[in-house]
């Protein structure tokens, strides 16, 4: 059973414009339709469905324009005999209303609709939907855990061995530390960074996985389900910053700057079923000891492995093409799109002053601002997830760029083949 609804409403904006001794008076308006439309399937028996752990998703599609703007007062005084001679008559011109509003929203009902690509954010979501589904499934890597077994060890029987060897050596001659070796305290605290994010804080997690594998093996429930929700992101940009001048009447001049940018989001929900954990096989999945994760294994012990995925998606592409979906029992899929524009504008001292010459006398106001967004949103109960393909990025993460800088700082002092020296289960 197919539904439309419209709930569209025109906007009406308008700024004004007064000049005070000749009374001469000025409307600006701007009538625009905001489209707010939704077209879908109805589903009447969603609700069991839910309950039965059934696609209840239905195919639906829609618009949604909103707007957001801050009215401005803004006054140009100017002489009218003399410059310089301050007594009354002036020629006092104000505009006030919504200046940006009329100045950068659409003239007509016809608006652009989102272009960016959708599959950057499809992509993203793809992924972190496969990681989840693997997550309901194996509670800890127990195969990376048993290879990192000989550092673990190491890190147990010397804790914090960077800040221990160099601290009281460094309190004893902090007086005359940066004379004799200024580079040795910054080395020190790159290893002991390096020591926590990749020995003691995986480590730790480690273990608390394995606290959960077994509370998991133990408890031997019946079929569980779980819920995912995977959001992928990309935006672009289509114009801008871009500075713009207009008078708004009576040579009052205004100057703004307007932005048009496009964001993806890309959105998977779904449900995973988890079988009772009752065999041998059953709990070497849950620890994550099975055939399928040999690659994922072989790919985390690896020196060095961490650092490409930084920069590239390869364990990612590894991880997710060795997921079981064989017990996903439901997906969804929704695409926002969202077109966003931004205009800000206030009084222009400068081409004020050029427009009046020698009658200018002040000029003052406050802003005006506008944010409009057109959003388009679709959804699909039909999903096929797809391992994404090879990507690569700059790492945006303040935690990774700690990461590498304290490898950098290591690399210096080091050769950076020298894996020995710097301790840390292979830097996990």
């Known amino acids: 059973m197919a539904y439309t609804k419209d709930s569209s409403r025109r906007a009406i904006y308008d700024y004004q414009c007064r000049v005070k ?6 409307r600006v308006p701007l009538n625009m339709k905001v489209e707010r439309t939704r077209t879908g399937d109805k ?36 002489y009218t005999v003399f410059p310089g001679i301050d007594i009354a008559p002036y020629d006092t011109a104000s505009v006030t209303g919504y200046v940006a509003a009329v ?16 599959s950057g954010a499809l992509y993203s979501a793809y992924s972190k939907a496969f990681k989840q589904i693997r997550k309901s499934q194996i509670s800890m ?42 580079k040795k305290w910054m080395n020190t605290l790159s290893q002991t960074w390096l020591e926590s994010s990749f020995g003691w804080r995986p480590f730790l997690n480690d273990i608390e996985d394995a606290m959960s594998a077994y509370d998991e093996v133990t408890k031997k429930a019946g079929i569980q389900y779980s819920k995912i929700r995977a959001v992928g992101k990309s935006q672009k940009s289509i114009s801008g910053p ?15 700057v307007s932005k048009v940018h496009e964001e993806c989001f890309a959105v998977i929900r779904g449900e995973v079923k ?27 012990l690896l020196p060095w492995s961490f650092l490409v995925d930084y920069f590239t998606n390869i364990g990612d592409i590894i991880e997710n093409s060795v997921t079981d979906t064989s017990n996903v029992t439901w997906l969804e899929q929704s695409i926002v799109k969202d077109r966003i524009t931004t205009y800000q504008c206030e009084i222009d001292v400068a081409q ?44 945006g993460s303040e935690i990774k760029e700690l990461n590498m800088l304290a ?22």
């Open 274 to 300: 988890r079988e009772a954990i009752t065999t041998a096989v059953d709990k070497a999945r849950c620890f994550g000891l099975t055939p399928s994760e040999f690659m994922p294994t072989v790919w985390e």
């Open 141 to 182: 890597s127990g195969g990376v855990f048993l290879g990192e077994m000989r550092e673990a060890i190491h890190m147990l029987r010397h804790p914090a061995t960077a800040l221990r060897s160099h601290l009281s050596d460094y309190l004893r001659k902090l007086g005359k530390a940066k004379k004799r070796n200024p």
């Open 43 to 78: 589903n009447p028996s969603w609700r069991q469905q839910v309950a039965n752990h059934v696609n209840a998703t239905t195919a639906m599609s829609g618009t949604f324009e909103s707007i957001d703007s801050t009215p401005s007062s803004s006054t140009r005084v100017s």
């Open 21 to 26: 001794e000749t009374g001469y008076y000025l």
């Open 103 to 118: 100045r950068g929203l659409p003239g007509t009902d016809t608006h652009t609709n989102p272009t960016i690509d959708a």
């Open 352 to 395: 004020n002053k050029i427009n009046a010459g020698w009658r200018y006398k002040s000029c003052y106001g406050s802003q005006s601002t506008l944010k409009y967004r057109r959003r388009t949103v679709s959804r699909s109960p039909n999903v096929t997830l797809t391992v994404p393909p090879l990507t690569f990025e700059i790492p």
């Open 242 to 256: 871009t500075n713009d001048t207009f008078n708004a009447f009576s040579n009052v001049a205004f100057k703004g």
């Open 407 to 428: 490898l950098f700082t290591q690399a210096t002092s080091i050769h950076q083949q020298d894996t020995s020296k710097l301790r840390g289960r292979t830097f996990r």
